[in-house]
């Protein structure tokens, strides 16, 4: 009875990471119009407002594949760390010395993002490239 529940839930929350999914694309159309009208005009806070659709675009759609994965009954570690890769790299993209309040607050959120990064590419590394677990690279191979 367990089970079911949470194969609805998992369902319900499926779609609604699709519905998102559907208005970030159509954001970033969206995006890409304006920005092909207005090209004369076209400055670099709109390319990283592209950018940053597109990486939120990235994170929902590897939330479906986290999502996969469970279901599938293989380890999510990989697929999680994907994700937060692509949100870590979104903020570092998006990261404005404009929305800060001094020069410290910026250089220590820079900071953090590196450290962020740097353990999270070690991570990946250990995980999918130095010594992946046979049982663990079989089952994620289908979903990665």
């Known amino acids: 009875m367990m089970g ?5 839930v998992l369902m319900a929350l499926g779609m609604m990471l699709a519905a998102v999914l559907i208005v970030v694309v159509f954001r970033g159309v969206l995006d890409l119009q304006v920005m092909f009208q207005s090209f004369a005009s076209f400055e670099a806070g709109d390319a990283i407002g592209i950018i940053d659709s597109l990486l939120v675009g990235l994170i929902v759609i590897e939330i479906f594949r986290n999502i996969e994965a469970y279901l599938k009954n293989v380890s999510v ?42 353990i999270l ?23 990665i």
């Open 4 to 8: 079911r529940f949470f194969e609805v």
């Open 77 to 118: 570690v990989p697929v999680a760390i994907n994700v937060a890769i692509l949100a870590v790299t979104r903020q570092i993209i998006i990261h404005r010395p404009e929305s800060y309040d001094g020069s410290t607050s910026y250089l220590l959120t820079g900071l953090a993002y590196a450290v962020m990064m740097g």
């Open 121 to 143: 590419l070690v991570a990946y590394y250990v995980t999918a490239i130095k010594e992946p677990r046979e049982d663990l690279q079989e089952g994620t191979e289908h979903v």
